[in-house]
């Protein structure tokens, strides 16, 4: 007979098994819980002070005590990624690239690994491509493009990097790194940006029929982006002159002629010579001896690129365009040629980050070598009671149809050039665009190059300005 004794009694040794049951059980998964913690822990501990070759050591051995635990192959393949990082910020890609397909190897459905590693071929193939290695360089895009392709967002970034180096290269003008970047980032994803750019790339080599074929898939992607439109229409009517094109060989340029001309190659030549040397002599920067020049008759220029009559000649990043309505013999002819070529330099070596009213200001100094500046308009203003700022003056270049304004602009741009070079010379004007090619806004330039602020140079050149045209009266 069982008693309400004896069932309470077995009650509670059933209570007190299960009980004991319960804390070895929890008590082997909180001990293999700390285990993982502490194997994390420690490698942490070395990681923080960069010994990542202990940390990566204290992680196999916590995986191979815990082969199953995700967390622990999750910590691992982590430590081999920093790992990689911090190689490739002391600058040994090739041991973090090592360590990076090691990571993969780790767990090939890691995403920060893929991206890591994609981004490290990419990195190296942009390096081996700079280094005029371009077996190697081919190689190592094609796996960053493979490594890439298994992810949507890797792809995308690996596409943005390799557009990104594109843009670089180009304003440094090498066209074997330019390729193969826009060709690898063209491949992971076809946007807007690539297929403008290498329409870009491919008008600067004169190749018009492939800059349209890019540039009408790019503006099928976006029809309102401004300025694609005009690009479009512009290379057509090129085309449509192409018939009558010839070439010339230079020493420093690329010259082309749309339709007949009567330049003499010789006169031309040394022209171009002087131009190049004066130009680089005083920006202390020669570019490629490849630079495209484009000449073509007044009619056929007004046609294509639709310019108003005031403007002769223009850079527009791809090469120099000169309507030829002078005599090579007159001043007008070299002067014009080295205002444009001026603007293609700057732009080289500020990345085009150089602002208006400096960019104009050194051409029209470079042109002033030929044909003497008139003053008259600012001098006109001066003795009104003007005071100019540099903003102002880049607002001044915008204008369509005011020439009094536009003329005005350049005259002020080019004092405030004569200024600089008076106080800081031509190595403070270098060192401007130096930091300016940096990335430095004009401003912060002039803090760091001159010690001055933008309004304490705006205050030193009205007052010259005022002397200039006020006190000589």
């Not at 691992?76 to 890609?93: C, M, N, P, Q, V």
Request: hydrophobic share 35%; glycine share 6%; proline share 2%.
């Amino acid at each position: 007979m069982i008693t309400s004794k004896n069932r309470y009694q077995s009650m509670v040794a059933w209570s007190v098994g299960i009980s004991i049951l319960i804390m070895f059980f929890t008590g082997c998964s909180d001990n293999k819980k700390t285990g993982v913690y502490q194997y994390e822990r420690k490698a942490d501990k070395h990681i923080e002070e960069n010994r990542y070759d202990q940390a990566i050591y204290i992680l196999h051995e916590g995986y191979e005590t815990y082969p199953e635990s995700e967390k622990m192959l999750e910590k691992l393949t982590s430590g081999y990624i920093r790992y990689a990082r911090f190689l490739d910020g002391k600058g040994e890609i090739d041991e973090a690239i090592k360590k990076m397909e090691t990571a993969r190897e780790m767990d090939e459905k890691n995403k920060a690994a893929m991206q890591e590693l994609s981004y490290l071929y990419a990195k190296k193939s942009v390096e081996e491509s700079s280094d005029q290695k371009t077996g190697e360089a081919l190689e190592l895009s094609l796996k960053a493009v493979d490594t890439a392709m298994r992810s949507k967002k890797v792809r995308k970034n690996t596409a943005i990097y390799f557009h990104n180096r594109a843009i670089e290269a180009l304003q440094k003008n090498d066209d074997r790194t330019v390729l193969l970047c826009l060709n690898a980032s063209y491949v992971l994803r076809t946007s807007f940006e690539v297929l403008d750019l290498l329409g870009l790339y491919y008008y600067q080599k004169n190749d018009l029929e492939r800059a349209l074929f890019y540039w009408e898939k790019a503006v099928k992607i976006d029809p309102e982006r401004e300025g694609i439109n005009e690009k479009i229409e512009k290379v057509r009517r090129e085309i449509a002159f192409s018939g009558s094109k010839s070439a010339l060989e230079t020493e420093y340029f690329n010259v082309q002629f749309y339709g007949d001309h009567n330049l003499d190659a010789e006169k031309l030549s040394k022209t171009l010579e002087q131009v190049y040397d004066e130009v680089g002599n005083d920006l202390g920067f020669y570019p490629p001896k490849n630079t495209p020049i484009v000449f073509y008759k007044e009619k056929d220029f007004r046609n294509i690129f639709k310019q108003p009559g005031i403007v002769r000649a223009f850079y527009d990043g791809s090469g120099i365009r000169i309507s030829i309505n002078v005599d090579i013999d007159d001043p007008v002819f070299p002067s014009i040629v080295a205002h444009e070529y001026t603007h293609a330099v700057i732009s080289m070596m500020t990345n085009n980050e150089c602002p208006i009213w400096l960019h104009e200001g050194v051409a029209v100094f470079e042109q002033a070598r030929y044909t003497k500046l008139s003053l008259l308009y600012l001098m006109g203003e001066i003795k009104k009671g003007k005071t100019l700022t540099l903003e102002e003056v880049n607002e001044g270049f915008s204008e369509k149809t005011d020439s009094q304004k536009i003329a005005l602009s350049y005259e002020a741009a080019y004092t405030a050039v004569l200024v600089i070079l008076d106080k800081w010379g031509w190595d403070g004007l270098r060192g401007l665009m130096h930091n300016m090619g940096r990335g430095m806004h004009y401003a912060n330039a002039m803090d760091e190059e001159f010690y001055i602020s933008r309004e304490g140079f705006e205050s030193i050149w009205n007052e010259y300005l005022k002397k200039l045209f006020l006190d000589s009266n």
